[in-house]
């Protein structure tokens, strides 16, 4: 076996992996645009973004001076009471690219932590005003991160069974998913806003904010919503006086064809999460960005109405350098027209497999393209996962399911050719899933 596989399985315990069962893992020694090379000498075609991040494609020159760059000059400096230039331009381009209104920057770490920090900040800022809310919404099978808010907000995706009694309660509305030729929607978006109204009714003077992931639930599948059904939600919420969360730690930074899934949902929120791409995938760090009106209300003269929040790579000044290098690729590269021509593919290629029997629910928007496999076992813990992702990376392409949900969210520099290989590879598994039933 090779060296570096002994050493790992004897030290390294790898994220959401029952080590006991799963292959050895693949050693990368290098990778660029939308492939990763591995020691074996084999390619795998990138076809998640490495867990939703890298935008502009692996190890893209233009990010990777910038970081070695900055790291010659400034590497980190506490953030309490000092300031830098990446962060602040960084700040600044972001409030420029965000629907109006969206201004005040607060800096973490990774999608968990901007999570966080959005739940603390609407709590407080309650608080600070005088008003006693202890209270959340979110929707059933929206994933917000690990940290134990962010569980409690994504309780119902089942992942945090062993955590549960660490968790705070939280409500859930139902989540009216749709998908190509669906025409049932308008009747499960009545029923979640019936839902919607009835707890405003009674508790929405105790709750400080309703999380969600706009237009599409990642992890819980790739299921996607409508952008009237946003647009609903928000009316209402805001007409109660509470809240409105968008976690865009996912659909950030052109995913689903606008460089915000808020734009593409015609809402704003009033506190925004990004992480993941805000970098083009290159290194750790997230945002939650809110209203002036928000900030406002933690100033003072007392520490007490402060935001007694932080973490010590707080703005960290090569990943914000990262970042600013990242935001100027989407002009320099016009990656939202890459997302589009992506979009396009993935559209005709989804129409020529809709007749198969073997799949329902194919959903699309921007570079995510998605669709179930028909199977007795549906969820997250179904055996077609594993059997796929082996299937695939035997092909060498990295395709890693969600249960019996396959998807694609390549990066935006992926060429046409290799696109049409990910879905050459996926017809040919729809044959092999067929030809075993
Ligand atoms: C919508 C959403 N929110 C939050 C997170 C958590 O981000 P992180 O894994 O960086 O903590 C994720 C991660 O997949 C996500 O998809």
Redesign the pocket.
Known sequence: MNNLILQDRRHVWHPFTQEATAPDPIPILSASGATLHGADGKSYLDLISS??LTTHGHAHPVIAEAIAQQAKKLEQVIFAGFTHEPAVHLATALAEKLPAGLTRVFFSD????A?EVSLKMARQYYLNRGEQRDQFLAFDGG????TVG?MSMGATTGFFEPFKPLLFAVDTLPYPQTWMGDQTVEAREADSLAALDSYLETQGHRCAGLLL?PLVQ??SGMRMCRPEFIQAVAKRVKAAGVLLIF?E??TGFGRVGTLFASEKAGVTPDII?L??GLTGGFMPL?VTVCRESIYEAFLGESFDRAFAHGHSFTANSLSCAAALASLSLFEQEKSLEKVAQIETIHQQRMAAILPRTSLEKPRITGVIAALDFVTADAGYGSKMAPFLKAFFIERGLLIRPLGNVLYLLPPYCISEADLHRAWDGIEAALQAVESSA
Do not use: I, L, P, R
């Open positions: 867990w939703w990774n999608g968990s932590t999570v994933y917000h991160g690990d962010a992931e990642g992890a976690d730690v996912m999460c992480s993941k997230s």
